[in-house]
């Protein structure tokens, strides 16, 4: 029974690691950024009437001293950078290709190439639904089965030492009174 305390105290830390490794995946950050800089994007023209220049984008956004028009250097995303977790750099186009109105804003994926300007199926853009871009953080198939399989192991385990203890035969103490 001992041992199978001991499997099950050393399986849980594991679970959490499971879930932690899915979300801090590079395309789940990336989502995330592009997420935070559309947001940004949007706060920003709601405060100047248009979308941040092509040129000082990401400055216009942070608040830093070289934005042009954010010349009070309010500060619409902390966390922002100019590559993605793949390590390319994350492209924002004003006006945009596919959004004329407004701006693209897309990570070139992990391969660090678009053919389409964005839509590539390794892309993460602005424009595209969240089911697409609920894909990208999609763990592999056999994370999916890591806790089913976890916890099976652990009843498993559970099972057979409980079968063991009950074939055993009592321990005969030795009679000491004689």
């Not at 594991?14 to 800089?37: E, K, Y």
């Not at 839509?119 to 853009?125: A, H, Q």
């Not at 602005?126 to 999916?144: A, G, M």
């Amino acid at each position: 029974m001992r041992k199978t305390f001991v499997i099950i105290l050393c399986s849980v830390p594991c679970l959490p690691a499971l879930s932690q490794r899915m979300s801090s995946s590079p395309p789940c950050q990336t989502v995330a950024a592009v997420h935070r800089m559309t947001v940004a994007c949007r706060a920003f023209h709601g405060a100047h009437k248009m979308y941040p220049p092509e040129e000082t984008w990401l400055d216009e956004l942070l608040g830093t001293s070289n934005a042009v028009v954010n010349t009070r250097r309010r500060v619409f995303v902390r966390l922002a950078t100019k590559t993605d977790a793949f390590g390319n750099p994350i492209v924002y186009r004003s006006p945009g290709k596919h959004n004329p109105e407004s701006y693209d804003l897309y990570s070139k994926g992990a391969n660090g190439k678009s053919r389409t300007g964005g839509n590539d199926r390794d892309d993460i853009s602005s424009w595209h639904s969240s089911k697409r871009l609920e894909k990208h953080c999609r763990p592999p198939s056999y994370t999916h089965l890591s806790l089913p399989i976890a916890g099976g192991v652990i009843a498993i385990c559970l099972i057979i030492t409980y079968v063991r203890m009950q074939r055993k035969p009592p321990s005969s103490t030795p009679d000491v009174s004689a």
